[in-house]
């Protein structure tokens, strides 16, 4: 199937798609009703369910950003009252994180393609991943509970004392909304450890892995070996909301910095959850709009494991001003710039991979290019709070919103944002309006520069994080951020609309529409129920272009 | 008000200085790759664009050198910010020999601030210029954070613990203090300011020019401990049940079960709420808990009278008191990143 | 024919039968150990009390894990992953430990001049 | 032992294969299945020990600030019981060991017995459990205590007419952490009793074959984890200080 020679349009994707028809039989009409979608163990459909409640979630959480940036428009706390604000920052903050971030790239792009990328019919434990989901949507029942019934208002960090003994919000149900959910991410974690190890297609070694799945591999990591430390901690501040025992409660004997340091244990690699995967996509991504193998493959495979080991080891750098010690301080920060080297191979090593490629700009390549750009700024201001002595002023200031928001938004959020335009012809089997995603994608950098830069220099005039009211002289930051805010609300909404569109009037899209490498793209679009007529037999390296001979099916 | 350049906050202490040099060298690392790689991805992206729709990449994997080039010099530049920002923050963790001290109580909603020489102040502080502050500061209730953006300081209020951070206010003015730690509802009302004052100016306002006169912190605390009735037991006489305090704060004090500890501010304040914890030697353990009884100030207080007794040669409490401490003197420092309370000093067993 | 990746296939699945023999000399084991623990806890060794307590628990869960787990007849990756358990315990717990024992050791100003 | 035929498409879940009802369409034979699910019960084993970490982190830490307490605390609980808990507890780890050798021979009778010992020694486990508990919620004499106290660290619990137990908060840490280590084990306890109903309904109807008998091997690896978490309980939590 030789695509024929003609001037490459910006859209490249449709030229090769216009001859496409939609395979009879796929995953998706193999049986209907909602029975066979409710109680599916194909871990395609799981993909997808996760796709629409985490989509509910991002668009909840993304509400209370709104609310938080109105309210901030003014100096003064005229929008909401202080206590309806804190708790909007609150919810913003657990609904974005735990309910959107975490699971949004592995449970969604990562449930869907590992098998495919794999080689395998499906994942390890497919009644497990269809667990995983339920406690995924009964973790969100009970935070939408604790949301209807009042909401949480103690910052998604739950710190105590002030979590434990003097809030009155609905801490109870969101704490154990969190618990909840933390073991669906920790099924989720299991599932793809076992299925990378046990479940490769024939002649797939290690290093012939996609770094898609190193990537997710490297998280499972951290969903195994973190997320029990933060389900414990949430368990006891409950145990001590409910029965005053005083395991950090100061008065009575314990240690508030005990919190800190049990929560931030997980909390931190919990940044790298989020983020590995993004930068998995973007190494899919790359490699396939450049049409060419990813620059220095084991560096970057390795340097996702690096970031998922040494991020254990960082978490001090969130208490350099709490109270912990300065020798521990030191250990920490010394840590800390540690685990930035990983990640600045991983940015340089995409740089090159640019070098003498054949690149195309097809949405996903432009979300590419903007999670380079703003990773590389999130991580570099890693690098200012990984200094002792400018943390000291900039903690729990907006220069460290930023910093995070940097990373999660401008990192993981395109990413996400990439990988789904990027597969969403395999996943649906019709192809994206690529105009449309183009505008979107544009206004997504736009919108996120403008609301988050400022918040860096803002932060660094010392306004403090999580103010209702705030000092005149910040007013001009935050009015620009909350107009960034808005065109970033607009620029969100867009794909929602042209991908829902998309997914009945686009095109056929064919099995392998960006011509490109990948078992995934080996089988058709929708992939069937077994993703593969015949088990691949994978014979050549990953990404190779080069025109070696076809990877020989079965 | 704030008169500072709109882009970083005055710098109106010594450390300030110190803090922004790094944060600017650390600006012009981050703009220096930032368009090393934007401008790359730029070049590449246009250079190397795709011109046929058939057209593949070249087949480059990789090369070691590179990989090992732009590992080293991240590490190097990481060692080299690392050892920067932990010299400027040991400059900062560190207070000098001899500072002013003021205590910081956080409490839900307000900084109360209170100077040894009796004055008492919510929100506000008046501090002199050129002279080195220690603030010692702690919380009533929930986790607070001590920030003073113009002098790049910021220290947690940690309930049940004294922890400290020092400045040297270079410029006078009035500058924001926050509160950095979320603490509920009003966490945004919990600001004030500081007023740095020429050093006369500030002894006026000592002076009850522009407070109340009133009784010393120490003075406050010997009435406390009269009207609590810890003379009863604790003056140092034959018959008393309770150890000496004279010269205790900085003495090491031998404990019940054999092992000695340092009486510092925390063990003070242990001591009044939770007496059993550390029983002195040769005492019996009959004194009652004051908790809830004392507030946080009333133990800063009653710390301060206890550090200006006056010490005998000797004093009785168990354990060798160094000698001949003058009235008034520095009062003990919370030991450093603070002890917590009961057990820190004790060996495991 | 099933195209099949015989190099998923550690040894652990051709399954190493234990004899029952094992099984019973390691519980007579533990059991030893339990009452050795108990007895050591009534003599003062000082500060060595809580290592002794600890080296006896770990030998006993050494033993369970070993025999009565079969980690000794598993593959290399099982190995792994029992060892990774304990290096993130180990790491939770020292670098938590790194902060609770260097309280009160910054060089704070002498306190008497 | 592995068999060549490829499973026919059919619908997800076991699915008829000559001669082995148990392999599931996504495994190629049933050792990759049984390695699989191997690998996967010691991934969660190591999860399982990092959400009890978090508690063992506490517990490190207040044994440094209130070891007095530790000490006052641990002479409260009932040495006999804890020993013979421990003793109860390895013995069904060995039962549990046997039941999943006489699986892996095909001795069926064997394995139900086996298995049916593991459950009668995890409910005495479970019941001298309970007896410690009730005794920790009346009045009686601690050593320290100059009066009665209940030992629940409820904080209006562990108060005696009004004034907090002398010995104060130091010994409350303790029995907090006695309560939330040993409460967790115990719910894991009932977890795991609850499955090996489920294991041993299976057994009696003849499910497992020395082919296929990963049920009853990954309830092993549970249980025996779980005895793994009360071997360290028991010196940290009952043998903090004996001697005097």
Redesign the interface.
């Not at chain 3, 652990?12 to 399954?15: A, G, I, N």
């Given at each position: 199937m030789s695509p024929e020679i003609t001037p490459v349009t910006t859209a490249g994707a449709h030229i090769l798609a216009r001859g496409a028809v939609m395979p009879a039989r796929h995953y998706l009409n193999e049986s209907g009703g909602w029975k066979s979608w409710l109680l599916t163990?194909?871990h395609k459909r799981i993909g997808l369910l996760y796709l629409f409640s985490i989509t509910v979630f991002f668009f909840l959480g993304g509400l209370f950003a709104l609310a938080v940036r109105l309210e901030l428009l003014t100096p003064a706390g005229d929008l909401m009252s202080a206590d309806m604000y804190n708790r909007a920052f609150t919810m913003h903050g657990i609904i974005m994180v735990f309910f959107f971030l975490i699971p949004s790239i592995p449970a969604t792009l990562g449930n869907f393609l590992l098998?495919l990328m794999l080689g395998?019919?499906?994942?390890?434990?497919?009644r497990?991943n269809l667990l995983s989901w339920y406690l995924f949507i009964i973790g969100g029942l009970f935070a939408v509970a604790s949301l209807i019934g009042g909401g949480v208002d103690t910052g998604w960090t739950f710190y105590a004392p002030y979590s434990s003994m003097a809030s009155n919000s609905r801490v109870l149900t969101g704490a154990v909304g969190v618990f909840i959910t933390g073991f669906s991410s920790?099924l989720t974690g299991?599932n793809f450890?076992?299925t990378t190890?046990?479940?490769r297609a024939p002649g797939m070694t290690w290093m012939k892995v996609p770094l898609f799945v190193w990537s997710h591999y490297a998280t499972s990591l951290i969903f195994?070996?973190?997320?029990?430390?933060v389900?414990?901690?949430i368990l006891?501040v409950a145990?001590e909301r409910v029965?005053?025992?005083?395991?950090f409660d100061p008065s009575?004997?314990?240690?508030p910095v005990?919190f800190q340091?049990?929560f931030w244990?997980y909390s931190h690699p919990a940044v790298y959850i989020m983020v590995l995967p993004g930068m998995g996509v973007i190494s899919e991504v790359i490699s396939a709009f450049s049409r060419k193998p990813i620059f220095g493959y084991s560096f970057v495979a390795f340097s996702s494991l690096a970031i998922a080991v040494i991020g254990f080891l960082v978490w001090g750098h969130h208490m350099f001003v709490a109270g912990e010690t300065p020798y521990s301080a030191l250990m920490f920060s010394i840590l800390s710039y540690l685990v930035a080297i990983p990640s600045a191979i991983k940015t340089f090593n995409w740089t090159a991979t640019l070098y003498k490629g054949s690149i195309s700009y097809e949405t996903p390549m432009l979300y590419a290019f903007g999670f380079l750009g703003l990773f590389l700024m999130g991580g570099l201001t890693g690098l200012f709070v990984a200094a002792i002595a400018v943390d000291v002023h900039v903690h729990d200031t907006y220069f460290v919103v930023a910093h995070f928001h940097y990373i999660m938004v401008g990192g993981t959020l395109m990413a996400y944002l990439g990988g789904i335009h990027y597969w969403w012809p395999k996943i649906t089997g019709k192809l994206y309006p690529e105009g449309w995603a183009k505008l979107s994608a544009l206004l997504v950098f736009v919108g996120f520069n403008l609301t988050f830069f400022p918040q860096f220099i803002v932060g660094y005039l010392g306004m403090p994080r999580r103010y209702h009211m705030y000092p005149p002289e910040f007013q001009v930051w935050n009015v620009l951020s909350t107009a960034g805010a808005t065109i970033l609300g607009v620029g969100y909404v867009f794909p929602m609309v042209y991908l829902a569109w998309s997914w009945k009037y686009g095109k056929p899209a064919g099995d392998n529409p960006f011509n490109v490498k990948g078992l995934e793209w080996e089988t058709t679009s929708p992939p069937p129920?077994?993703n593969f007529d015949r088990?691949p037999v994978v014979t050549d390296a990953t990404y190779s272009y080069a025109p070696q001979k076809e990877v020989n099916v079965g | 008000m704030q008169a500072g350049t709109p882009l970083f906050p005055v710098q109106a202490s010594t450390m300030a200085s110190r803090v922004d040099n790094l944060y600017f060298f650390l600006i012009a690392l981050s703009a220096f790759f930032t368009v090393l790689i934007v401008a790359l991805v730029a070049y590449f992206a246009v250079k190397y664009r795709r011109r046929r729709v058939d057209e593949i990449g070249a087949p480059i994997h990789g090369s070691l050198a590179l990989e090992l080039v732009w590992t080293g010099i991240p590490l190097i530049l990481a060692m080299v910010l690392f050892v920067w920002g932990a010299s400027v923050y040991f400059a900062l963790a560190r207070p000098p020999a001899e500072t002013l001290d003021i205590y910081a109580v956080g409490k839900q909603w307000m900084w109360k601030f209170q100077h040894r020489e009796g004055q008492r102040e919510i929100n506000t502080l008046h501090v002199p210029a050129n002279v080195p502050v220690r603030m010692i500061i702690t919380a009533e209730d929930v986790l607070h954070s001590l920030y003073i953006p113009s002098f790049r300081v910021k220290m947690d209020a940690i309930p049940g613990r004294y922890t400290q951070l020092w400045f040297t206010a270079t410029r006078t003015g009035e500058y924001h203090v926050f509160c950095a730690e979320y603490c509920g509802t009003n966490h945004s009302g919990m600001i004030g300011s500081v007023y740095v004052m020429e050093p006369e100016q500030y002894q006026a306002w000592l002076g009850g020019g522009g407070a109340p006169q009133g009784a010393s912190l120490a003075q406050t605390g010997e009435q406390l401990f009269t009207q609590l009735a810890c003379v009863t037991c604790h003056t140092g006489g034959p018959t008393q049940r309770g150890p000496a305090l004279n010269g205790l704060l900085g003495s090491t004090v031998t404990l019940e079960?054999g092992q000695s500890v340092t009486a510092t501010p925390a063990y003070v304040r242990e001591s009044i709420l939770?007496p059993?914890?550390k029983v002195v030697a040769g005492y019996p353990?009959i004194m009652p808990?004051f908790?809830g009884q004392v507030s946080e100030e009333q133990i800063l207080a009653l710390t301060e009278y206890i550090k200006s007794l006056p010490a005998q040669g000797g004093g009785a409490h168990g354990g060798a008191a160094p000698a001949g401490a003058p009235a008034g003197t520095q009062p003990a420092v919370p030991d450093g990143g603070t002890a917590?309370p009961?057990?820190?000093q004790?060996p495991?067993? | 024919?099933?195209a099949?990746?015989a190099e998923?296939?550690?040894e652990?699945?051709?399954?190493h039968?234990?004899p029952?023999t094992t099984?019973?000399a390691?519980?007579v084991s533990?059991?030893v150990l339990?009452?050795a623990?108990?007895g050591l806890?009534?003599?003062?060794l000082g500060m060595f009390?809580v290592t002794v307590?600890?080296a006896?628990?770990v030998t006993?869960?050494a033993l369970?894990?070993m025999?009565?787990?079969h980690m000794k007849y598993?593959?290399p990756?099982?190995k792994l992953?029992?060892f990774?358990?304990?290096v993130?315990?180990g790491m939770?717990?020292l670098i938590?430990?790194s902060d609770?024992?260097t309280r009160g050791w910054l060089m704070a100003p002498p306190i008497v001049r | 032992?592995?068999d060549?035929?490829?499973a026919q498409?059919g619908g997800?879940?076991t699915v008829e294969v000559h001669g082995h009802s148990r392999l599931?369409?996504?495994?190629?034979?049933l050792?990759?299945q049984?390695?699989?699910a191997?690998?996967?019960m010691?991934?969660?084993?190591?999860?399982?020990?990092?959400?009890?970490?978090?508690?063992?982190?506490?517990y490190?830490?207040?044994?440094?600030?209130?070891?007095?307490g530790y000490v006052a605390g641990s002479r409260e609980l009932d040495?006999v019981l804890g020993?013979v808990n421990?003793?109860v507890l390895?013995?069904s780890?060995?039962t549990?060991?046997?039941a999943v050798?006489a699986a892996?021979e095909g001795r069926r009778q064997a394995t139900v017995i086996l298995l049916g010992l593991t459950l009668v020694l995890g409910l005495a486990f479970l019941g001298i459990k309970y007896v410690e508990y009730a005794s920790k919620f009346e009045l009686h004499h601690a050593h320290h205590a100059a009066a009665n106290v209940r030992l629940f660290?409820?904080?209006?619990f562990f108060h005696v007419d009004g004034e907090?137990a002398?010995?104060?908060?130091?010994m409350?840490?303790f029995m907090?952490?006695y309560?939330?280590l040993t409460g967790m084990h115990a719910i894991h306890m009932i977890i795991g009793v609850g499955l090996l109903l489920v294991i041993m309904w299976m057994a009696h109807k003849g499910a497992f074959s020395p082919q296929w008998f990963t049920p009853v091997e990954m309830f092993?690896?549970y249980w025996?984890?779980v005895?793994?978490i009360w071997?360290?309980l028991?010196?940290?939590l009952y043998?903090v200080?004996?001697?005097h």
């Open positions: 163990t194909d098998p395998a019919k499906d994942l390890a434990f497919p497990i920790i299991l450890i076992v190890h046990r479940m195994i070996l973190g997320t029990p430390v389900a414990i901690t006891l145990y029965m005053r025992v005083g395991i009575i004997g314990g240690d005990l340091h049990l244990f129920t077994f088990t | 079960g939770e059993m914890a353990p808990t908790q917590v009961p057990g820190s004790q495991q067993r | 024919m099933s099949y990746n998923l296939e550690p652990e699945y051709h399954e039968h234990v029952r099984y019973y390691i519980f533990l059991m339990t009452f623990t108990v806890a009534f003599l003062n009390n307590a600890l006896v628990a006993k869960a369970v894990v025999f009565f787990m598993s593959s990756l099982i992953v029992g990774a358990a304990m993130w315990l939770l717990l938590t430990l609770y024992l | 032992m592995g060549a035929a490829l498409a997800p879940g599931q369409h996504h495994f190629d034979t050792g990759q049984k390695s699989a191997t690998l996967g010691w991934v969660f084993i190591a999860q399982e020990v990092m959400f009890f970490g978090g508690m063992f982190c506490a490190m830490v207040y044994r440094i600030w209130y070891y007095d040495l020993t421990t003793i390895i013995a780890s060995l549990v060991a046997l050798n892996s660290p409820m904080a209006g907090l002398p010995v104060g908060n130091q409350r840490m907090l952490l309560f939330a092993g690896l025996h984890f005895d793994i071997i360290f028991f010196p940290l043998l200080n004996r001697h």
